[in-house]
């Protein structure tokens, strides 16, 4: 059963209108929804997903570290240093991101 909460929800229609509902509201329209049995696409999925899960999987450690090394990189800098650097990234005529990139990896 879906758990409600004091909120009310906001629902797009297909139309792009929008439509505020009470969580009663909500959690009838939901009520209101068929439980049907999985059909065979459904349980070529499943056992698909449950054969190779197992292949597939990383560990929570691997992924933090995986996730900690996205290639983003937040620096905060003087403003007068952000201008110049600007304006060096303009002469080159190159992204602020290139210049920069360029300078880091030249050490």
């Given at each position: 059963?879906?758990?409600?909460?004091?909120?009310?929800?906001?629902?797009?229609?297909?139309?792009?209108?929008?439509?505020?509902?009470?969580?009663?509201?909500?959690?009838?329209?939901?009520?209101?929804?068929?439980?049907?049995?999985?059909?065979?696409i459904d349980m070529q999925?499943?056992?698909?997903?449950?054969?190779?899960?197992?292949?597939?999987?990383?560990?929570?450690?691997?992924?933090?570290?995986?996730?900690?090394y996205n290639g983003n990189?937040?620096?905060?800098?003087?403003?007068?240093?952000?201008?110049?650097?600007?304006?060096?990234?303009k002469e080159q005529g190159?992204?602020?991101?290139?210049?920069?990139?360029?300078?880091?990896?030249?050490?």
């Amino acid at each position: 059963m879906l758990k409600t909460s004091t909120h009310a929800a906001m629902l797009i229609r297909k139309d792009d209108t929008m439509v505020t509902l009470t969580p009663e509201q909500l959690q009838a329209k939901i009520s209101n929804i068929p439980e049907v049995a999985p059909d065979e696409i459904d349980m070529q999925m499943i056992t698909e997903f449950e054969e190779n899960d197992s292949d597939e999987s990383i560990t929570w450690d691997d992924y933090k570290t995986e996730r900690a090394y996205n290639g983003n990189i937040s620096l905060r800098v003087p403003k007068e240093l952000h201008r110049a650097l600007v304006g060096m990234a303009k002469e080159q005529g190159v992204s602020l991101n290139q210049y920069c990139l360029y300078k880091l990896a030249r050490g």
